[in-house]
């Protein structure tokens, strides 16, 4: 059976970044289409229109930022894994955007040729990828389930693991009416709402 072939985007506002970027994308396997844009209203528009399968975003963008753009993609529930790249931002506003928007990876662009395409070959592979020295300052903002019930934390699991709220209530034995409600008390505490942030955040805290 033929394997499905992968579209991207490429948002960055450099066009020699922006065409490297391409020309490696190109040589993965089973690419399909790769777009490209150079600010983030464009980004959007694309994402929107067309949701690829991976978007790698530079947060600098002119117009939205890369931030702007992950977090609108967020809330609109697209199926669109993430990649932010940036090269002025410090470690501790990465660690923050990769946690509260659920980023599939994050590269700094000191990386090399080699970094970029580790992290675009985790995301393909349904896995994160994020620098090593982000990792302490991710799982203090990411890794923290104390602020929740023992109730929230399984209908966070009920969620990642793809039940609406009707049939995760029959999972739970309760009425969707209380699985929406403990969702409202999730996104007060987390400010998680959407199910792919509350699945990132299940495997995160292996809740799963």
Request: glycine content about 6%.
């Amino acid at each position: 059976m033929m394997q499905s072939r992968t579209n991207f985007i490429v948002a960055d506002d450099h066009a020699l970044i922006r065409e490297g970027m391409v020309s490696l994308l190109s040589k993965f396997d089973n690419v399909g289409t790769i777009e490209e844009a150079k600010d983030g209203k464009s980004a959007l528009d694309q994402l929107v229109s067309n949701p690829p399968d991976v978007a790698i975003l530079d947060i600098r963008l002119p117009g939205l930022s890369g931030i702007d753009v992950a977090r609108e993609v967020r809330k609109r529930e697209l199926p669109t894994r993430l990649i932010l790249m940036t090269g002025e931002v410090s470690e501790d506003a990465a660690a923050s955007a990769i946690t509260d928007l659920s980023l599939n990876a994050f590269l700094f662009k000191t990386a090399d040729m080699q970094q970029f395409k580790q992290a675009v070959r985790a995301v393909l592979d349904g896995r994160t990828f994020f620098p090593a020295r982000l990792e302490g300052l991710i799982a203090q903002r990411g890794n923290d389930t104390s602020m929740l019930s023992n109730r929230e934390a399984q209908v966070i699991r009920i969620i990642a693991e793809g039940h609406t709220s009707e049939s995760g209530a029959n999972v739970l034995g309760i009425s969707p009416h209380t699985v929406r409600k403990h969702r409202e008390n999730i996104k007060r505490k987390l400010g998680l709402g959407t199910v792919a942030e509350l699945s990132a955040y299940a495997h995160r805290n292996q809740l799963l």
